[in-house]
């Protein structure tokens, strides 16, 4: 269920950084490719497309995060297979809009996108290092606590 509702919320976002990015872009001649709307006939339809599209690599970048809740998983396992499913997400929709060309754009994308993951991941192992870390110090003090007070209520011995 936690999945359903993040891709939900993965394709609204997906929809409107979407759009946002068509907007700045000056959309729709900068973003919206001639491919794409030759392919739907018309403006409408290609905006419609896009948008669509758009919220579904929203929506499967966002259910993928459920990967890190699998706890018995290692993190570069679950970071490897997200970056495969988004990849596997991206590029056919983007060789559908018209986003890429050509087999270059696209090794370029996956360099630029592997460095990215590389970087993500490394923060990630430098989160989880400090979380244990800060887990160990408080079960150690928590243990010591403990100690203390068996220690304190044993009295004296006879």
């Given at each position: 269920?936690?999945?359903?509702?993040?891709?939900?919320?993965?394709?609204?976002?997906?929809?409107?950084?979407?759009?946002?990015?068509?907007?700045?872009?000056?959309?729709?001649?900068?973003?919206?490719?001639?491919?794409?709307?030759?392919?739907?006939?018309?403006l409408?339809?290609?905006?419609?497309?896009?948008?669509?599209?758009?919220?579904?690599?929203?929506?499967?970048?966002?259910?993928?995060?459920?990967?890190?809740?699998?706890?018995?998983?290692?993190?570069?396992?679950?970071?490897?297979?997200?970056?495969?499913?988004?990849?596997?997400?991206?590029?056919?929709?983007?060789?559908?809009?018209?986003?890429?060309?050509?087999?270059?754009?696209?090794?370029?994308?996956?360099?630029?996108?592997?460095?990215?993951?590389?970087?993500?991941?490394?923060?990630?192992?430098?989160?989880?290092?400090?979380?244990?870390?800060?887990?160990?110090?408080?079960?150690?003090?928590?243990?010591r606590?403990?100690?203390?007070?068996t220690?304190?209520?044993?009295?004296?011995?006879?």
């Open positions: 269920m936690k999945t359903l509702k993040r891709a939900c919320l993965g394709f609204f976002i997906g929809v409107f950084v979407g759009n946002v990015i068509s907007a700045l872009s000056g959309w729709p001649d900068g973003f919206m490719s001639e491919k794409l709307l030759a392919m739907t006939g018309g409408a339809p290609a905006v419609l497309v896009q948008t669509l599209l758009s919220g579904v690599l929203g929506a499967v970048s966002f259910a993928g995060v459920s990967l890190y809740d699998i706890e018995s998983w290692p993190l570069l396992r679950i970071a490897l297979v997200h970056y495969v499913i988004i990849e596997a997400a991206y590029y056919p929709i983007a060789f559908a809009l018209g986003w890429m060309h050509a087999a270059m754009e696209a090794l370029i994308w996956l360099l630029i996108s592997a460095v990215i993951y590389l970087i993500i991941y490394l923060i990630m192992c430098l989160i989880y290092r400090r979380q244990v870390k800060e887990l160990n110090a408080l079960n150690e003090a928590r243990k606590k403990k100690t203390r007070q220690g304190e209520n044993a009295g004296p011995a006879r």
